[in-house]
């Protein structure tokens, strides 16, 4: 991990600053106790408790890099992209990044530190970044207790995870952007209406920040050809259906070698309220 993100991170057990080592394997803090975290081959550092959870498994993990690497979600990632721009972010955070698909994608001439709770999640993220010589960070943590430090991030992506508004608002600047992804009302209509006799649309992002002054929404919207079981399923394995849907309304799936679905964002836009005021 490159040592200008290390100076974004604090110390999960005491909150001091931290540094890299000079031989850049390992990360410790300046408290007193000098807490020691090690690097991973691959790059990034577990600051997760050992009672904090593990998130996503290896093989959900694989299969979302399996779907998205095909490229079906990349105009969502241009767009974010375009954002980013348009608020000029420099250092930025992807929290609950997953395997890492975005943070990658976007890290080009930012500081970008992805984090998530799933530790195979970070790990495919790492050597993704290693083995294609990118710049991006990534640090195994929960969201609700960011490894930042205060008032350090230009913007926050949190795309498909839940919104920790009081840590984001901690680790944002005075007038820093959190920029929320979330289904929109027709978000994979197609792939519910394969298997629901009664598919219903989507109610939308119920966790938004109360604390944040909304600068605007949008809506992403735009049909696909899924193509092949592998990516069927990939996709059907990503979503939350996957879990509450029977074995016999799975087995929907298995015959079909295309699937078009409608792919529906809603991106809203908000702005940190600079602290004090």
């Known amino acids: 991990m490159h040592r200008s993100i290390i100076d ?27 807490h020691c975290f090690d690097l991973a081959k691959s790059g990034y550092l577990n600051l997760n408790p050992p009672t904090g959870g593990s998130g996503d498994e290896r093989a959900a993990i694989r299969a979302r890099t399996c779907f998205l690497e ?10 974010i992209g375009e954002i980013l721009c348009e608020i000029s972010a420099r250092d930025v955070l992807d929290a609950g990044c997953g395997e890492g698909y975005y943070t990658n994608l976007l890290s080009a001439g930012r500081r970008m530190l992805g984090i998530d709770l799933s530790k195979s999640g970070i790990e495919a993220a790492a050597k993704s970044a290693k083995a294609k010589g990118l710049s991006a960070g990534f640090a195994v943590s929960s969201l609700f207790t960011l490894p930042v430090r205060d008032g350090s991030l ?11 508004e009081g840590e984001f608002a901690r680790a944002l600047r005075d007038g820093g952007h ?14 519910k209406q394969q298997i629901y006799e009664h598919a219903y649309e989507n109610p939308g992002r119920a966790d938004l920040p109360e604390g944040m002054t909304l600068l605007r929404r949008e ?6 050809t899924v193509c092949g079981q592998e990516h069927i399923q990939a996709l059907f394995s990503m979503t939350p259906y996957y879990w509450r849907t029977s074995p016999t309304d799975r087995a929907k799936l298995d015959p079909l070698e295309t699937l078009e679905t409608e792919l529906d964002f809603d991106l809203f836009l908000y702005q940190s309220i600079k602290k004090g005021s």
């Open 70 to 79: 095909a490229g079906y979600y990349r105009p969502l990632a241009d767009r």
């Open 178 to 191: 959190l920029l929320l992804v979330g289904a929109g009302e027709r978000h994979l209509m197609g792939l």
């Open 219 to 224: 809506r992403l919207s735009y049909t696909v």
């Open 154 to 164: 230009d913007a926050i992506l949190n795309i498909f995870a839940p919104c920790a």
């Open 8 to 34: 974004l991170l604090i110390c999960p057990v005491c909150g001091a600053d931290v540094a890299l080592t000079e031989d850049g394997r390992s990360c410790v803090c300046r408290g007193t106790r000098r």
